[in-house]
């Protein structure tokens, strides 16, 4: 199942969520999908549901649902939006911050902000917007999203910046790469029609622009705009297509994602990409060598080198040049037990390890476990006899696999939090945040380490993978 949008007169968050309640069946007054999924959501979120409304609304004579948000403060930060995400615990948490980090690139990318203030996340309206969206994309579970170009407006529009032209610079930086209609047929100005909330919901969901796809059309749902526009209805369509084979023109702008999972850009803005797309996603083809990139968003890359199974370690050796020596222990104090296994870690084994186990006359003891190079192994042997009770050791000799690896930090709460990056076949497998750099923005941020560790974790999965799990 394909879910089309009709962007012609423009997408805004809340023409997208009324548009996708309309597909699901919500009616005005009747129990729905929007108090089934919705509600819960934003409670758990923390923002009071009784802030929104849903009524019948016509449109340039069509008529729509529309989704109305009352004014209430929202959030001041992507941080402080996306731990809040984390601790309600929403199963959407994820596609939330992921949104709203595009959000974030493209204010600090056209503002140069050193501390990224979202001022469209300065009402809870926009909040509201990405968790209604980012559920009823869950709850409809399309295959694949598509769009037409959205109209952008002409005009000027008014922001925390003051009137800007339409499009407005974090709208633009939001599509850039992505196709635009043209909406100024119109002798009268129309104003703006694609709001940077639309426009990073739209980069973030919409695999393919282009006309709809042949099939049958299963359901339709239509979401109006706030504003009463001259000449033209202020309405967002929204069709769920069992589609036909499709051709290969229409499978040529694929952006080779998994089905429903967004286009990601490491670094946080949205992907410079034409229709067509390339192929992957531009990190997942990573290269043995040092990289680096511009700064932008909550995540930098750093010059990190790829640990490569066919070269030889910053540690020495080569897969086929390791060794794991063993020894058994059941007469040392667990003191001078750890002490060994730090000295052992500071004169340059590669890892270091200990198995409990039962000894000769079922006395409690020890396997001490010690990888390191072949080129390492007498040095590291004359320390296990000097720091041990040992009188032998057993070498094994080891291959090794490696994970393509590089280094990355994000920022949460301001704060910056080093992460280890694992790839396997070009795609992002592991995120490991550095647990006390966790702890340190934890305790400084009054929140549990958890949701700031699930917070790093999913800043540095969605800059760096393409829908890697």
């Known amino acids: 199942m394909i879910l089309y949008l009709d962007c012609s007169n423009g997408v805004s968050g809340d023409m997208l969520a009324a548009a996708l309640l309309d597909l699901a069946g919500a009616q005005p007054g009747e129990e729905g999908p929007f108090e089934r999924l919705v509600v819960p959501a934003l409670k758990a979120a923390g923002i009071d549901p009784r802030l929104v409304r849903l009524e019948q609304a016509t449109r340039g004579g069509v008529?729509?649902?529309?989704?109305?948000?009352?004014?209430?403060?929202?959030?001041?930060?992507?941080?402080?939006?996306?731990?809040?995400?984390?601790?309600?615990?929403?199963?959407?948490?994820?596609?939330?911050?992921?949104?709203?980090?595009r959000m974030a690139a493209a204010e600090s990318e056209v503002h140069g902000e050193e501390t990224v203030h979202l001022h469209e996340l300065s009402g809870v309206d926009t909040a509201v917007d990405l968790i209604t969206g980012a559920v009823l994309m869950r709850h409809l579970a399309p295959e694949q999203v598509m769009a037409s170009p959205p109209a952008l407006g002409d005009g000027t529009v008014h922001t925390a910046h003051g009137d800007l032209p339409v499009p407005a610079p974090a709208v633009a930086a939001l599509l850039r790469g992505l196709p635009v209609a043209d909406a100024r047929e119109s002798r009268r100005p129309v104003g703006e029609l694609t709001t940077p909330t639309g426009a990073a919901l739209l980069a973030h969901f919409v695999r393919v622009?282009?006309?709809?796809?042949?099939?049958?059309?299963?359901?339709?749902?239509?979401?109006?705009?706030?504003?009463?526009?001259?000449?033209?209805?202020?309405?967002?369509?929204?069709?769920?297509?069992?589609?036909?084979?499709?051709?290969?023109?229409?499978?040529?702008?694929?952006?080779?994602?998994?089905?429903?999972?967004?286009?990601?850009?490491?670094?946080?803005?949205?992907?410079?990409?034409?229709?067509?797309?390339?192929?992957?996603?531009?990190?997942?083809?990573?290269?043995?060598?040092?990289?680096?990139?511009?700064?932008?968003?909550?995540?930098?890359?750093?010059?990190?080198?790829?640990?490569?199974?066919?070269?030889?370690?910053?540690?020495?050796?080569?897969?086929?040049?390791?060794?794991?020596?063993?020894?058994?222990?059941?007469?040392?104090?667990?003191?001078?037990?750890?002490?060994?296994?730090?000295?052992?870690?500071?004169?340059?084994?590669?890892?270091?390890?200990?198995?409990?186990?039962?000894?000769?006359?079922?006395?409690?003891?020890?396997?001490?476990?010690?990888?390191?190079?072949?080129?390492?192994?007498?040095?590291?042997?004359?320390?296990?006899?000097?720091?041990?009770?040992?009188?032998?050791?057993?070498?094994?000799?080891?291959?090794?696999?490696?994970?393509e690896e590089r280094w990355a930090t994000v920022t949460i709460a301001g704060r910056e939090i080093h992460v280890r990056l694992a790839f396997a076949d070009g795609r992002v497998v592991t995120v490991s945040p550095e647990f006390e750099d966790v702890r340190a923005v934890a305790a400084a941020v009054g929140r549990p380490a958890r949701i700031v560790y699930e917070a790093a974790q999913a800043a540095a999965r969605d800059r760096f993978s393409a829908g890697a799990g």
Do not use: C
């Not at 209805?233 to 069709?239: D, E, G, I, R, Y």
């Not at 996603?281 to 990573?286: L, N």
């Open 63 to 101: 008529g729509a649902l529309a989704f109305r948000v009352a004014d209430a403060p929202g959030f001041a930060t992507f941080d402080e939006l996306m731990l809040a995400t984390y601790a309600s615990g929403i199963d959407v948490a994820d596609v939330v911050a992921a949104v709203a980090q």
């Open 209 to 403: 622009f282009g006309p709809p796809p042949g099939g049958v059309v299963i359901a339709t749902g239509r979401g109006a705009g706030a504003r009463v526009l001259p000449g033209r209805p202020n309405v967002l369509k929204a069709m769920l297509i069992e589609a036909a084979e499709m051709s290969h023109d229409q499978t040529a702008g694929d952006r080779s994602q998994d089905a429903g999972e967004p286009a990601r850009e490491p670094g946080g803005g949205p992907r410079p990409m034409p229709t067509a797309g390339p192929e992957g996603d531009e990190i997942g083809s990573v290269e043995p060598a040092t990289r680096t990139r511009r700064e932008s968003g909550m995540v930098h890359d750093v010059t990190q080198g790829i640990s490569d199974s066919s070269q030889s370690d910053a540690r020495g050796g080569s897969p086929d040049e390791h060794v794991v020596l063993e020894t058994n222990v059941d007469d040392m104090s667990p003191e001078l037990f750890a002490h060994a296994a730090d000295v052992l870690r500071a004169a340059g084994a590669v890892d270091v390890w200990a198995t409990p186990a039962y000894m000769k006359k079922g006395r409690p003891g020890m396997i001490l476990h010690v990888l390191t190079t072949a080129q390492a192994r007498d040095r590291l042997a004359a320390t296990i006899f000097a720091e041990t009770s040992t009188f032998g050791l057993r070498v094994l000799p080891v291959g090794r696999i490696y994970a």
